[in-house]
């Protein structure tokens, strides 16, 4: 205690007035701190949540992460796991950031790795024996960067491979600025499950006769429980980097027909699954942007693209890249190569059975800038990359079926249709009435030029950017690409879903 000479000597009334007077000063220093710093109040910072992943060996505990949960830059660094520890954002506790991440919360549950993470470590033909897909886990699952001399295409593109989208979304999940680590707040939960991954080995190899997804259906039911039965899993999704069709083998079906049981499996029935390609009439199915060749790292990088497309000189009327079926019955695309050779100058063809295009996106891209219109028809299944590959170079889809794009990607594209792309019947193909080229030569320059400002409006959201973007303008909130407006779409189903709880039809 401190001791002021002479004190006892003051008068009694006296003292009790020094000390009121003392009182009260502290009391005013106290109030005009708070006044001008009121920061001096808020609560600690919160601390960041910590995930324990399994990366190369090599990679030191105290560098700077470039490549994320073992998603890694070269084959090599693929063979030795060993411990690190990963960052986590959590979501900011002031109540700027709460107010922005309000109806935003999504809550990642932290699998076992052997779901997810372990996978990639078996990239090098441990799945499947003939599969070797190391050179496409890397950088983020955008595959190896593109090596051209060409100004065009020297920043920002890769080699990628659509079947790597589990891996692209993980990557931006990570990174996703209101995730939460507290389920009781989520507005909506992620499964970061490499579903299609997951299925090489049930889809190529003998354990085709086992069913795929009862052990995360068992981790979910004992480690989510709360989280899970809220409702019934209907705020919950997950993707599956292929096709709906390849997880769609019924669970009564022993003669090892094509597929996987995971969609199939009645715990998983609510769950909305985001997929290459959905089954048109299931509300729990959404089919989301093929990953293509192109992730802009900057906004300067994606101008230069956009300028590119723009000012393009287009000197073929339509473009047919792909490769033929002969084999089956139902494919227009043989017919619609005889019409592209047909039409001589006025097609651009690119035959994908001579030059291998689905990893190396710059004959396709020289290609589609050269022409006004883009032939889609459909391949093994309905969809195709090249869709939106035709949507990034500004080169108008043609359809023939339905299913290759309205009925799929209603999260990403128009209502309308025609706002940005042409329809011809398969059938109108099929007995010759259809001319592609004539009808193609009706459309006015332009209306033309209408729909191809109307693609380049689609360009961002078409594309995956790069997780480790720090642009302002590229991650602004109002910039949204294919990442940003499916989990946009999830949240606003959840809503939609919250407000009617009842309807059995979610919002798609």
């Known amino acids: 205690m401190v001791e002021f000479p002479g004190f006892d000597q003051v008068p009694k009334t006296s003292r009790a007035n020094l000390v009121y007077c003392c009182c009260i000063s502290s009391l005013m220093l106290i109030l005009i701190t708070i006044w001008a710093c009121p920061e001096s109040l808020a609560p600690p910072t919160r601390p960041v949540a910590v995930v324990e992943v399994e990366l190369a060996d090599g990679i030191s505990p105290d560098a700077q992460l470039h490549e994320p949960v073992g998603i890694l830059a070269n084959q090599q660094q693929l063979t030795k796991p060993a411990a690190q520890r990963l960052v986590k954002p959590a979501v900011a506790a002031d109540s700027a950031a709460a107010s922005a991440c309000a109806g935003r919360r999504i809550y990642m549950y932290e699998l076992p790795t052997e779901f997810n993470l372990a996978l990639l470590e078996l990239c090098a033909s441990k799945l499947v024996g003939w599969i070797n897909f190391c050179a496409h886990v890397q950088n983020y ?137 959905r089954r048109p009439w299931l509300s729990m199915d959404q089919a989301v942007p093929y990953p293509t060749g192109f992730h802009p790292s900057t906004a300067t990088s994606l101008r230069r693209w956009t300028h590119e497309v723009r000012t393009s ?118 007995n010759g009435s259809i001319l592609v080229e004539e009808v193609l030569g009706s459309y006015s320059q332009t209306r033309i030029k209408e ?45 939609s879903f919250k407000a009617h709880p009842h309807s059995s039809q979610l919002a798609s």
């Open 313 to 430: 000189s287009r000197e073929y009327l339509f473009a047919f890249s792909g490769a033929l079926r002969p084999s089956m019955a139902t494919s227009i695309r043989g017919l619609l190569y005889n019409q592209c050779i047909n039409a001589k100058t006025r097609c651009s063809l690119l035959d994908c059975s001579k030059i291998k295009c689905s990893h190396n996106p710059i004959p396709i891209y020289k290609k589609l800038l050269h022409a006004e219109f883009c032939l889609q028809p459909r391949g093994d299944t309905a969809t195709r990359r090249s869709v939106f590959d035709s949507i990034i170079a500004g080169c108008i889809p043609v359809f023939f079926h339905e299913d290759t794009a309205y009925t799929q990607y209603s999260w990403h594209l128009p209502k309308d249709p025609t706002t940005y792309s042409v329809f011809m019947s398969e059938t109108g193909i099929k």
């Open 451 to 495: 729909m191809r400002e109307e693609l380049v409006r689609l360009i961002p959201g078409s594309l995956y950017r790069h997780p480790e973007s720090t642009d302002p303008k590229l991650i602004d909130p109002e910039f949204c690409d294919a990442f940003d407006l499916s989990v946009k779409g999830m949240l606003n189903k959840v809503l």
């Open 141 to 277: 699952g955008f595959g190896e960067s593109v090596n051209s001399s060409e100004p065009l295409f020297v920043d920002d593109w890769y080699g990628t491979d659509a079947y790597m989208l589990e891996v692209i979304f993980h990557s931006r999940m990570l990174r996703y600025e209101c995730l939460t680590d507290s389920p009781s707040d989520a507005d909506a939960f992620f499964i970061p499950f490499y579903a299609g991954i997951h299925a090489l080995p049930y889809l190529y190899t003998d354990k085709r006769m086992e069913w795929q997804g009862p052990e995360l259906v068992a981790w979910l039911q004992e480690n989510a429980t709360d989280s899970w039965q809220r409702h019934g899993g209907r705020d919950h999704f997950l993707i599956a980097g292929r096709t709906a069709w390849d997880f769609s083998r019924s669970l009564e079906d022993d003669t090892g027909h094509w597929g996987t049981t995971l969609l199939v499996l009645p715990e998983l029935a609510n769950v909305t699954v985001f997929s290459l390609e």
